[in-house]
């Protein structure tokens, strides 16, 4: 896809990237089925950054298995460019919530990966795999073995190793979920930086509230089971941003008007594991 | 999980070390220690008297009767057949091995049906088969190898299959994500992420072989090293008996270690 056909065809759909629309996703058959994803409609722009927010169990990450191509069975459609996915798209890149680095691989290596897969000869590959590890600030790591990196290190070689296959839609699931408040938030300026810098169409899943709001132009609120979309909230903080943001009023006011909507879903969330869980003691 | 990334501090890396080295040489002493009690009781016994002098010969003729041993050429001959026999049986049971082992892996279907065989013939006495083997393959080298592959087949296939259902799912995600082929995906992520279980399953597939080829050997055979260490017992040599098999055990041993290396596996 060239930024030409990109346009062309963004023109016609109304500048939409990706479109979801009407997914829905449905786990087991008979009384026992679980809903994940109930009809969930919405569309990220060209450039555009868009948080999924939701407790846990409402689908997201099975949102996220849909979009990324991972996941075949479902009725409604992702569009991209105008066409219904059939596997993983090459216009998508996934970052995943879990340690996904090869650990027999060093920096440079698994950045360079998605090109080694492309067939790119070595020399641009060392070029590209050192540009983006830049990018993320990992410079004067790139002999290190994951092993010998912390949570947040071998998590920005993920996104780097993403960035590296351009990615048209850059897809990530909660990707610092893992990671401490004071990493979490650095690591935020650093995708605000790089989206802003790439210009790069990003759809974030994630449960952290503050997160969703630093990063994002537009989030997409979800119910607790089955996942539906309750809202969609537009956050018209300037940019540039940085981490800053978060100590500024019109920040606390997005935050606490979301997490009215989210309180509600995550304290059903709450009471269902909570029953589930004497269900099973009783059991 | 989110390791902490802490610059290692090099001072405590290098106190580390310190003890480290330390704890090798009060090991190595203990270990040396040990194998001189050991012959020192064993020269105390046999000059005492208490056994029959042929049972317990001094260490001084079973170490004069290793030297001669090792200046024999039927003995390179012997080696070299046994030898062969491990490196051939090792060679196809491990190949076969690797490749029902995945296999068994990959396919779920074929795992849950088959690999309840695999798993509970794995501990049986594969010697057993001796017999059918000779009468398949003769009493020469053929039926030993065709034992020993077939010892060290199961440990193989059964650490080859568990490693790559070990692979993590992530990273199969994470190939299928970038578009990956099959071929890619078998040979840039499975195998790596493989490699451990399966040499692992090789060295014990080796320990398994030489331990067949022997034992078979000692069984019926007209060459190899078990051969020769039946040639001696039939005649009562005790102290080249001796020699002989502390000559197995550090061949063995060097077999082992040099696996280790190759494989790089550790202990």
Redesign the interface.
Known sequence: MTLASTAATGALSGQSQLVIENVFKQFGEGPGAVTAVDHVSFDVKPGEFVSVIGPSGCGKSTLFNII???LDEYSGNVMIERERIA??H?A???V?Q???T?P?RNVVENVA??L??QGVNKSERLDRAHHFIDLVGLKGFEKLMPSA?????RQRVSIARTLV?GPQILLMDEPFA???EQTRLLLGDKITQIQQDLNQTTLLITHNLTEAVQLSDRIVVMTYRPGKVKRIVNIDLPRPRTSDVVSSDAFGHYVAEIWADLREEASRGMADSESARRASSRG | MAATGQVKNPTATMGFAGRRVSDTRSTNLIRIMLLLVIAGGWEALSRSGLLFRDVVPSIFSIWASMWKLLGTPAFYVNLQVTAWEIFASLAIGAGLGVAVGIVLGANRFLGAAFEPYVYYLAPTPRIIFFPVMIMWFGVGVASKIALGALSCFFTVALSTAGGMREVDKVLIRVGRSFRATPWQMATKIYLPAMRAPVLNGIRLGFGTATVTALLAETKLSNQGLGFMIMQIYSRFDMPSLYGLLIIVFILAGIGNLILGKVTGTSA
Do not use: I, R, T
Request: proline share 7%.
């Open positions: 990324g191509g991972l596997g993983p090459k998508v890149g996934m995943f879990e340690e996904s090869f027999w990966f998605p080694e897969l990196l912390s949570g947040g290190m296959s893992a990671l401490d």
